[in-house]
């Protein structure tokens, strides 16, 4: 049976993720407007993620709004997606990995969706 994955490799995928995104030159600017603490934001980050593999129930927010308050296209999720895979790859065992890149592209197909539904619901003109 295969183990789960433990706190201490979400935290190293954090935090070696969110290092990459930081210096990346097509989402780096966005998170880097956005986040005024990241030692906070690693921190939540860890709790939705522990939330996500672990179903902790650690995360508390909604990750829905916060990201529908962000200037993102398809492309960045595109980015954000090879990112992370490639951090996942790096540090993570071929099962973890492949677990935890599956939960990403579930989660940016859902963000994906629900900012493609709020982009219709716009007044013409905004």
Same mark, same amino acid.
């Given at each position: ?6 706190e201490?490799e ?5 935090d070696?993720?969110y ?13 880097n ?7 906070h934001h ?5 709790d939705?993620? !522990?939330?996500?593999l672990?179903t902790t129930?650690r995360? =508390?927010?909604?990750?829905?709004? *916060?990201h529908? &308050? ?17 951090t996942?790859n790096e540090i993570? !065992? ?8 599956a =939960?990403?592209?579930r989660?940016? *197909?859902?963000? &994906?969706a ?10 013409a003109?905004?």
């Open positions: 049976m295969p183990t789960s994955i433990t201490a979400i935290g190293t995928l954090v070696s993720f290092a990459k995104v930081r210096l990346d030159p097509d989402i780096g600017p966005i998170f407007a956005i986040v005024g603490d990241w030692p690693l921190s939540t980050l860890k939705f993620w !522990s939330t996500v672990l129930g995360y =508390k927010g909604d990750p829905m709004m *916060r529908l &308050q962000l200037p993102l296209d398809p492309e960045h999720f595109e980015r954000w997606l090879s990112l992370f895979a490639e996942a993570l !065992s071929p099962d973890h990995a492949a677990n935890v890149i =939960k990403s592209q989660l940016a *197909r859902n963000f &994906q629900g900012i493609a539904y709020q982009a219709t619901q716009r007044p003109g905004n």
